[in-house]
């Protein structure tokens, strides 16, 4: 049922108050003075060691993943002339292994009448006859209007795609009248069903988001569907949409046109107005094509997400040579603009993923992939380390700047764990951190990690479980929080949170944690919650930086175990000899 007008503005002021209070700046938010402002100087203090990024200038989403001819391709939104969005082009990076990158010529970048005002994000998809065909979202004018286009190789038989033609006959998908041509971007890899090709568009009509839905039956003319695969009001514009099948009894990925009685369907949509991602796991009715979430599921911006921080405008892909669907996803900077010219480069591709279904049908499962484990040098333990009320144990021995972390808790009882309120059922998970941080002292949490951190605590990033006691089960909240992480003025420091959906019968939480000098992504309970966060401390750099264990909570919290490993540095983008 459509909202009363009342009610619309009413669910827009609140999608716009949570926008300011992300605090994630736009990325199609043009700043005149600083897109071309050349970068003299690139400041060391906060890159990364082990996350994509290139050696300077701004980036944002990842677009077109593949594997082709034994070699990972990745393309993304890239700025050539400076450190803030602006003079957008397809840079273009490949690898053998996801992690070591070598950097190429740009792929594409605004040459044709159909793209001379931009070029915005898109996919790739793989044909049947092995050669790759790029989607991407053209600008044809200064008002703005978005048109759908298309590039393929200049030699398929050259495994690095060196060059793309960009054909005469494009665009390929034009809006319509019935569509807001000012927002109708990022295709989606296409499906191919019954012998016609499928792809996905993003856009809104008001505050409803839509994927539109077009055919084709020779990846050339293009039909726009009598019904969108899917729509829901009052999430405002749906960027970068995904949509790709997962098995319901392995873990194994599927390619993106598998179809079948054993498969659910992922839909995942990127929200301009908040910043935010969510997804939902449903049934995909290829008679009709529409697409239906499962009913248990919030279809909206407080639904299920991929990651709940620092994380936007994410593209999955099928990988043929292991059988992993693998997730990029874009985490942009949480300073000033200012702070970002001064730096010489914004924005990190986080480290990829494999995504599979949960048991239970309910969620995705996520886990950093196999091949970051290849960075992996020195190695601290601990093991049976109590941690008593107020205790934190530093681990010792790693470079707690650029690590990897797995530690698993447990806890002899659930006795202590604190009532839920009631009230709070009605809050994002944030608001529920925000209220009880790490330094408030409860029952069973908060324990967990302080990463980040400076020697005597001045500065600390911490990510912890707190767990509570509803009426009829047990809630276990995961925060990262970054309102401790610096004392640099002028950067958005918020905690960031998440349920776990998880079971306590053994009385164990695990936490995996990639801390990289401004990153630390966060996997509860084997994927089950993710989190992303973006600092910048001042005094916690580089040997400076410290790790620890910690518990505020009265119930005595056990390390059972701990792997620690310092992080060696991967070739990041160096160029490709010719």
């Not at 926008?19 to 990325?27: C, R």
């Not at 697409?291 to 997400?305: E, F, H, N, Q, S």
């Not at 279904?357 to 996520?366: F, N, V, W, Y």
């Not at 905690?495 to 401004?518: E, M, N, Q």
Request: glycine share 6%; net charge positive; with cysteine.
């Amino acid at each position: 049922m459509a909202l009363p007008n009342f009610l619309s503005v009413l669910a827009l002021f609140a999608l716009l108050s949570v926008l300011i209070n992300n605090g994630v700046e736009a990325s199609h938010k043009i700043y005149h003075r600083y897109q071309s402002l050349s970068v003299d100087m690139v400041k060391q203090t906060h890159r990364t060691g082990y996350h994509f990024q290139p050696p300077k200038n701004w980036i944002n989403d990842p677009n077109g993943p593949l594997y082709y001819k034994g070699l990972y391709h990745l393309f993304y939104q890239y700025n050539p002339e400076g450190a803030v969005w602006g003079n957008i082009v397809w840079a273009h990076s490949v690898s053998k292994d996801l992690i070591n990158w070598e950097s190429l010529e740009h792929a594409i970048y605004p040459s044709k009448w159909f793209d001379n005002y931009g070029c915005w994000s898109g996919s790739a998809t793989i044909l049947p006859n092995g050669e790759p065909v790029i989607f991407y979202t053209g600008i044809v004018d200064e008002k703005n209007t978005q048109v759908q286009n298309y590039a393929v190789p200049a030699n398929s038989s050259d495994p690095y795609l060196r060059e793309w033609v960009k054909p005469d006959d494009n665009p390929i998908v034009y809006p319509d009248r019935s569509v807001n041509a000012t927002a109708f971007r990022d295709p989606t890899t296409a499906w191919l069903v019954d012998g016609y090709w499928r792809i996905l568009i993003g856009s809104r009509r008001r505050h409803r988001g839509v994927a539109y839905l077009y055919r084709s039956w020779d990846f050339k003319k293009w039909v726009k569907a009598k019904h969108p695969l899917h729509s829901v009001q009052g999430t405002g514009m749906w960027e970068c949409p995904d949509f790709f099948p997962v098995s319901m009894s392995k873990e194994d990925g599927l390619d993106t046109s598998v179809w079948g009685p054993n498969v659910r369907h992922v839909l995942k949509v990127s929200l301009d107005l908040t910043r935010y991602e969510y997804y939902t796991i449903g049934t995909y009715d290829k008679k009709k094509d529409r697409y239906y979430p499962d009913k248990t599921l919030v279809d909206g911006w407080a639904g299920l997400r991929y990651d709940y921080g620092n994380f936007y405008a994410s593209k999955t892909f099928f990988d043929p040579s292991t059988n992993r669907r693998i997730l990029w996803g874009w985490a942009n900077e949480s300073d000033a603009v200012q702070h970002d010219k001064n730096k010489g480069w914004a924005g990190i591709q986080l480290i990829p993923r494999r995504v599979w279904l949960d048991p239970s049908g309910k969620q995705l499962l996520q886990w950093p992939i196999a091949e970051l484990e290849k960075l992996r040098s020195h190695n601290v333990q601990l093991s049976s380390q109590k941690l008593y009320q107020g205790y934190h144990v530093e681990v010792k021995g790693i470079t707690a700047a650029q690590v990897d972390v797995d530690v698993t808790f447990s806890f002899p009882s659930l006795d202590k764990a604190e009532p839920f309120d009631p009230k709070w059922a009605k809050l994002d998970a944030l608001d529920v951190c925000a209220q009880k941080g790490s330094k408030a002292q409860g029952g069973l949490g908060p324990f967990g990690l302080l990463t980040l951190a400076s020697e005597k605590l001045e500065e600390f990033t911490p990510v912890f479980f707190r767990v509570f006691k509803a009426s009829d089960k047990h809630k276990v909240l995961l925060c990262s929080d970054a309102r401790s992480s610096s004392l640099g003025i002028g950067l958005y420091k918020p905690p960031f949170a998440g349920f776990v959906d998880v079971d306590l019968t053994d009385k164990k939480l695990t936490l995996r944690s990639l801390i990289d000098h401004s990153v630390v992504e966060s996997f509860g309970a084997g994927g089950r919650t993710v989190i992303t966060s973006r600092v910048y401390p001042t005094i916690a750099v580089f040997d400076k930086a410290h790790l620890f264990v910690f518990n505020n909570g009265s119930e005595t919290v056990t390390v059972e175990n701990l792997n620690a490993w310092s992080m060696k540095m991967p070739v990041m983008n160096v160029p490709m000899k010719s």
